[in-house]
């Protein structure tokens, strides 16, 4: 599953060609990316405590995200500050990998890869 939601984000980050937008104007898809930007938060630190030996990966996808966006201003604060959320908010509240953390894992995949398909089958060229 996880293959599969990193391919489809990469289709996305292929796709993310919109035209250019006056600074700090909202995208309708902005919802989705800050929801994926946190679930890619949560990711980075849940799959860190389970033991995935991934390194900075999730980060690394959050960051193809902001680069094949180009948010300024509010926009990309936003996106950042949804990442950090889903980062901290599973911070405080999982110290070590358990059955309901790998859990979050799954369904944290499972979401991503849904806005992922979604974004790709709404606003793909």
């Known amino acids: 599953m996880s293959a599969r939601f990193l391919a489809i984000f990469a289709l ?3 796709c993310a060609c919109v035209p250019a937008r006056a600074q700090d104007v909202a995208a309708p898809f902005d919802g989705d990316l800050q929801r994926l930007a946190e679930i890619l938060g949560g990711l980075h630190y849940l799959r860190g405590i389970c033991g995935a030996n991934e390194g900075n990966k999730w980060r690394s996808e959050m960051q193809a995200l902001i680069d094949a966006e180009t948010p300024s201003g509010e926009r990309r604060t936003r996106m950042i500050a949804g ?4 980062y901290n908010g599973f911070q405080q509240t999982y ?3 358990t059955p309901a953390a790998t859990v979050a894992i799954r369904r ?3 979401e991503g890869s849904k806005i992922s398909r979604d974004l790709t089958a709404r606003y793909a060229n």
């Open 108 to 110: 944290y995949i499972e």
């Open 95 to 97: 110290r070590s990998c």
């Open 12 to 14: 996305i980050l292929a």
């Open 83 to 86: 990442f950090n959320r889903g």
